[in-house]
Structures are given as structure tokens and as C-alpha cells.
């Protein structure tokens, strides 16, 4: 039997993620079937539930029950942790009042369904009110929580613990001019055909490709699904609710394909995520930056590799016979790994992927601080696409208003998408080592290893670990770029035949 | 302005509503797309958002705001109906505790779920230990509740105020008689040939026409939408996000026509609810009788009626010419009217219909009472079914498994089906002596006057009225079973040619 007041704790933590829980699917419905006209009613539900949720953390009642948890030598090291982990949790909450929380709630609801209209009448003003209302909210959260040195750091510091301006500056700084030089040498090649992306390919023989594809890396339909939305995304509701959703477009293959493997990614670790532990700091992700590594680890080092489709691509030609019809392995392999400056960043490649995320950071970094104001956004991006790629955006659509993330209320979150990536090369450096025969099997369509693997390794602790000390106790050493690096290096030095 | 302490009540009230409604959709997602492996937990979110609202309904604060406002002359009439409605609630839900309230919503969650398990493989027994808990849920909530006579009185009255076991042992008395009459006349003529209905008719074209027939009468795509689960139902999460369900049989196409009308008739009566009532009694429907009048009004008075097919059977035989081949627009109204003792409640005529209600109704009141046990529930239905039509179920299935409304805890429930359908009828003669020249605009198709006249007549009050004051208000004098009689006795005099 735990200790009395652990369970009264436990307790109230379900009913703190019962309304979290409840929350979140009622923004997954509004992104996956809610009436449009119903933005405004949605908007107050879920302000209510965020902010009933709110207060019952903040509540003296957790509070004190926190406080004489805490250090309790008759609790276990997982109650401990979840008790210190809660405790900081509690502490960073209590910054917030209700109304704060209630009107960062409501102005998100409303800025998602403008971003959605701005997007679609490729009009930014439509949002740019809303994002201005939400940039000074999040610099105002950013004073609530505290800072050393920029602003930014606090909202970093929500998505991975410890991050900031200083170390992303030198990460950032430190990978440019390699992918810049790795760029360099590779347009310097004949690009690879990849026309064949683009063919017909219909909804429905997408879609359940998507899904096979999905199922096939372990995904349990039992506990999750597969829906479409506007921007894809992975929510849960509990270990044993995961939903992902996808797009799919008739004239481009990729956009379901590698999205599949993305959010499968990321849902497969919240499958994976200890169920006992439902509400708790240890029922949660490690951070945004680890959730990235998963999604990414699947979508590229798994999904783009010569080995997964050995296996995949007979059957994926035989589905799609007329639009594949002509183009080999290779020919595929080459075609899905070009590399090129592009405007859309969810259809870049791994190379210059990078380039999109920095621009993002720098964006971010600047709003916060105040040295551009949300009005500026439109210009800077494009100046910024101009001297980081050499590609301006024809319209706002392609350009500023192309990511779901600012309507939502994510600043701080992009940056994981870059590190996660980074991780994600360093774990599977280290997979591949432990687990030898791994290529072989992988060329037979069989995935299950890596995914035991990250069952253990990863997904298992919750958030036990911070990103650095769940890559230190993995691979021996704190998040390191290299990695990335010569991952890239020699994946195009291979299909581009680099010197 | 209003009142500020009337300014108040309404934001709490608007804020229960936000959890009340969330716990809806919770529910709706559980019957539509959640994966079935969770079901434990979503039975725990449902609990915690029920339990939440019922604590803040029942709060000192709401409470000393109500007991100052009620009989305060400053407030408007339709303020003062508000505080008054929500007072009588209030003093009904102080009797109820946190836990019992808790208890209740998981015991229907994992009722639900043995429920759907038990139908599928025809084994009450999977079903009987949760529905025992629930009945003794429901004796406690009657005895909590209070009652004068019959501690069903107390749960028929929160279906429809006023309604109890006398008056209802009356009515059911009154017509039971009458209609077994025109039953047996009825019976005494050659069957029409209904062969038609169990032809077959694929998902997708029966699902583009429902939502046809859903849409043509009105229902609103911006404020709702429609989505498949086993058992049709409606809900709304705000009059601007009104979802309603259906089923499709590809060897039936009654389910979905019907059903579709049905549910649409509930869905047109949420979507009319004022909007600026959000969350407080007059934003909400009079009782469940009147909905029930409303979706059997659409379902059997227009959408059985030979105007409304005169209009649309030249479209349904174009979309389904395989299947409707021969059968003339007579075959075809004698077919959809055939009466016969059934089995299946949602599939039965107008008639033989009430004769399924009786039974369950009679079922709810002895296991109320303690005249008879969960146990002997498919023995007494399968009884009553032989006594009363003289068909006997060939299983459970088809029996005493049919009907959701009791995994959900709803008694006193069915009762209303009857009562609605008298309604309909009573409104139906109403309405047409109004509307003089409407059965020749129902045979072109149009049947928004109809609509008009239900939306001034019963959609804008809310709960502002009872039943019967509606009854009255509308047609000049209260329920009265005898137009249900005088409807059915014209319409199978004309189908069957009775003399």
C-alpha cells in the first residue's frame, strides 16, 4: 500500500489530467470534425477546463500535500521523483493566476480559427492581431517564470529542460556551416528525378498505405487511430488513447507518407509511456526535444533509409503501379532524398530542414526580446528564406502563415524539432551498434527490435530523465550535434556519390 | 445591463455548461471513434467532469447567488424564469453527493461498454452485474430524489416534470385498448408487400441520402454534423455544435432514412435553442417528451406521410433503381407503414410501436418497485412480448439487449417515446389547420414552414414551459392521447382501407 498521502496526491493528479485529458480532445475534435461554426463555444470549453485544471494544481490542497511529500523517505525512488518533478511543476504554476491562464486558453482558440482563415485567404492581417495579442502573452508568461538572460529562455525551457538562447546560439551556429558547405557540394551534382512524388496518387489507396505503413511499426489501433486534419498532429488522452492525424494530398506522396511515420513516432512513445503512471510526472513525455528524436528517428533515419524500403517498396509500386510504374529502387531512394531549398518546411528535406528551423528560432528569438514586432513577421521571414536558401515565398501561405505552432501558442517549440533530429541520429548510432543484425532485419520489413529498444531505453522512464541525462545514460555522452552531422554526411555522400 | 449578481450567476453557470458539455463530447467520442482499449480511462475523464460541474452546481456560492436573486423585481421575466428553473435544480442536485455522482458516471461508463460487449455475443450475463448496480443506483437517486406514491414517480418527473406512474398507468390504459383494436382490423387485411425495405443498398449511397433528407429539413452543416455508431442518438455541445448518429444496414434501408429523420427532428429543436441562453434552463429543451415530440413528429407525421414521399420517392427509386425497380410510389407507402408485431423497438411502425414501450415501461417500474430482480429481466420481456404481441425473441440480442438507454442510467426514458409521439400528433393537427395550405408544400418539397412555425412555437421558450403548459399554449389544451389515436386510426384506415 503507498503511503496515504501519496495516494490522496495520486488522486488528485488523475483528476488534474482528467480535465487536461479532456481539454486536449476537445481541441483534437475542433481540429478533426467540429462544426466550424461553433470556434466561439469550443473557445470558452476549453478556456473552463484549462483553467478548472489550473486551479485545482495550484490549489493549497496539492500545494501542502507537496510539501510533506516531499523528501519523505517512506516513499520509493519513482513516488520521489514524481513528487519532486510535481513539486517544481506546482512551483512554476502557482506564477500563473486563473485569468491569465483563461485568457492565454481563449486566445489561442480564437488565433487557431484565424490562422486557419488567414492561411487559407492567403491574408496575414487576418491573424496578425491574434498573434500579437499571443506574443505579448508569452512575454508575459516568460517574466511570470523567470529568466537569466533572454526572455526566450523561459519558453525553451518549457519544451526541454535547460535549454536556451546561449546553448541553442552555439548549437545552432554550430551546425550551419557544415550543412551549408554539405549544401554546397551537393547542388553542385545533378539533381536526382523526383517528379514521380508528384503523380496521382488517390485519397483512399493513400490512406491505407498511411495507415499499414502505421501499424506496421507497432502502432495499436486497439488504443489509438488515425484521423485527417489541416496540420498533422499526435495528442493522447491516456497510454491507451493515442490519436494521430495526417493530410493527404492526391498529387503529392509524401505529404502521408513520411507524415505517417512522424506522428507514429511520436505516438508510439505515448503508447509506450509506463500506464500505472496515468496523470503523474512519470505517466509524461521526457520533453518536447525527446518526443521530436522518436518522430523523427522513424520518419528519416527508419523512413528515408535504403533498408525500410527494400522491404516497402515492391509493395509500394504495386499500389500505386501507374504513378511508380518505370522508377526503380534507386531511382525511389534518390528521388525521396533530394535535397533542395524549399519553402515548405514539413516537405523538406533532412539537410535543409535545419535551415527552416533556424529561421523559426531566430524569429521567436527576436519577438521576444522585441527587436521585431509581429508586424515585421512577413518581411523578415522572407528576407530570411532569401539569405538562408536563396527561395522568397510567393505568397504568406508558403511563407509566414505555412505552420499551425504560433496559433497554438508554441514559442520555444520549434527549436526541438533541430535537436530532436540531432538526438534522434545519436540514438540510432547507438541502436545500430547494440543491435548488429538490425539492417538485415529491417530490410525484411521487421521493425520490432528498434522499437523494444525504445520501449526500454526510452519511453519506459517517462520523465524521469531530462533530454541530456536520457542521452548520457544511452550513449555515454550529453546531446551531441556531431551526430547528426556525420549521419548526413555519409547518407548523401552515398546517394549523391559525394567526394 | 443586467444585474451584476444576475451577471454572476450566468458566468457560473456558463462554466458548469463548459464541463457539462465537455463530458458530452467525451461521450460522443466514446460512442463514435474512441478505441476500444480505453475505455477505463475515458470511464474515469466522464467521471471527474461530472463530479467537477456537479460540485460547482451545488456550491455555497452558486447557491447564496440564487437565494438573492429569486423574486428579485429588478430582474427581467425571462431572468427570473432562469433563476427560478436553476434554484429548483439546485435544491434537486443538493441531494445528491460528490460520490454518488462519481459512482454513477463510472458505473454507466463500464455499463456502456459490457453493454455493446453483451449485445454483440447475446450474453446478458456479461451485462447483469453493472445493470444490477445501476438499478440500485437508480433506487438510491428515487429515494434521494423523493417521491409521494412510486419511487419511479421521482425519475419519470426528471424526464418530464410532473410525470408519475398514475397519470401514466392511465394513459398507457387508455390507448392500449384502442390501439390493439386497429391492430387486429388491421391484421384481419392482407399484408402489403414490404420486401422492398431488405433489399440492398449500399453504405455510401444510403449515407449520401440521409444526410440529403437531414439537410433538406433544415439541419445545419455550420452548427452540426453526422457521424455512424451502433445505437442513432443526438447531442449538442452548444446550439452552434449539434451532432446527431445513425446507423446503416446495407440490407435495410429504413434504419438510415428514418433514423435520419428522427435524429434530425432532436437535432432542429438544440439548433433552435436560443444561442444567448448558453448554459442556463431557457437554453435549454422543455423535457425530454417534447424533444421526443419533436423527432417522432419529423420521423412519422411528415416522414411517413404520403405528401413528403410524393416528393422525394421519384429521387430515392432514381438512386437506388436496382432495389426499387417495379415498386410505385402506393407499394411504397404501404410498404414503409406496414404494421406487424416485431421485435425490434427502432424498427417498428407507428403503431405497434407504444406496445414496446408499455413493456419496457412496465419492466422499469416493477424493477423500481422490487417487483422484479435484474435477473429476471429477459424472462419478464420475453413474456411480455408474447402477451402483448405474441412474438417471442429468439434471443436476447433481439430482446432485453436492444436498447442502450439503460447502460446510460437512463429510466424513465422510454415512457417518454409514447408521450412524445401523442405530442407530435397533437402539435401535427395543429399546425396543419394553420398551415391550411401545407400538404401541397410538403409535396413540392418544402417543408420549411413547418420548421418556422416548430422554432416560434417550441424551440425559442427553452425550458420556459412544461409539457403540457406547451400543449396548452399551442393547441389549447394539454396532452392528450386521443389525437395519437384519431392520427393513426385515419392513417391505416387510408393505407390498409379499413372500413
Known sequence: MPHPLYQEYKEQMQRIADLRFSAALLQWDQETYMPAGSAAARARQVATLSETSHQLFVSDKLGSLLHSL??????????????????????????????????????????????????????????????TDLVALKKQEASLLGYESHPYDALLNEHDRGSNVATL????????????????????????????????????????????????????????????????????????????????????????????????????????????????PLGEAASFAVHESQSRLWENCVGRGRE???????????????????????????????????????????????????IRYEIEKRLLSGDIQVADIPGFWNEMYKKGMGVVPPNNREGCLQDVHWSHGSF????????????????????????????????????????????????????????????SRITGETLNPGYLLKYLEEKYTRIYQLS
Not at 89 to 95: G, R
Not at 114 to 126: G, I, M, T, V, Y
Not at 412 to 426: D, E, H, I, L
Open 412 to 471: 520555444g517549440y520549434f527549436p526541438t524539432y533541430s535537436t530532436g533530429s540531432m538526438m534522434a541520429a545519436q540514438l540510432w548510432e547507438r541502436f545500430l551498434k547494440e543491435e548488429a543484425g538490425f539492417a538485415s532485419e529491417l530490410s525484411a520489413g521487421n521493425t520490432g527490435k528498434l522499437l523494444s529498444w525504445l520501449r526500454k531505453s526510452v519511453h519506459i522512464f517517462g520523465r524521469r530523465f531530462t533530454t541530456n541525462e536520457l542521452c
Open 308 to 358: 525500410y524500403w527494400f522491404f516497402y517498396y515492391p509493395e509500394l509500386q504495386k499500389r500505386f503501379a501507374e504513378s511508380l510504374n518505370g522508377v526503380g529502387l534507386d531511382d525511389f531512394l534518390c528521388g525521396i532524398n533530394r535535397v533542395q531549398p524549399s519553402l515548405i518546411r514539413t516537405e523538406a528535406d533532412e539537410l535543409t530542414y535545419h535551415f527552416h528551423i533556424i
Open 169 to 280: 546560439d552555439q548549437v545552432f551556429g554550430g551546425i550551419e556551416e557544415p550543412l551549408k558547405n554539405l549544401l554546397h557540394r551537393i547542388l553542385e551534382k545533378e539533381p536526382p528525378d523526383d517528379s514521380f512524388i508528384k503523380k496521382h496518387y488517390t485519397h483512399q489507396a493513400q490512406w491505407d498505405w498511411g495507415l499499414k505503413l502505421l501499424t506496421d511499426i507497432g502502432f495499436d489501433l486497439k488504443t489509438g487511430r488515425q484521423d485527417l486534419s489541416t496540420h498533422p498532429f499526435t495528442v493522447s488522452f491516456a497510454t491507451t488513447d493515442v490519436r494521430v492525424t495526417t493530410r493527404v494530398d492526391e498529387n503529392d506522396l509524401g505529404n502521408m507518407t513520411w507524415s505517417c511515420l512522424h506522428e507514429g513516432g511520436h505516438a508510439l512513445y505515448e503508447q509506450g509511456l509506463p500506464e500505472d503512471q496515468y496523470g503523474l
Open 70 to 131: 516531499h523528501g519523505n523517505p517512506q516513499l520509493t525512488d519513482t513516488e520521489q521523483k514524481n513528487i519532486e518533478l510535481s513539486l517544481d511543476d506546482y512551483q512554476k504554476q502557482k506564477k500563473y493566476d486563473s485569468a491569465f491562464v483563461r485568457l492565454l486558453s481563449e486566445t489561442c482558440s480564437r488565433a487557431f480559427n484565424h490562422w486557419q482563415e488567414a492561411r487559407k485567404k492567403d491574408d496575414f492581417s487576418l491573424f496578425e492581431k491574434d498573434l
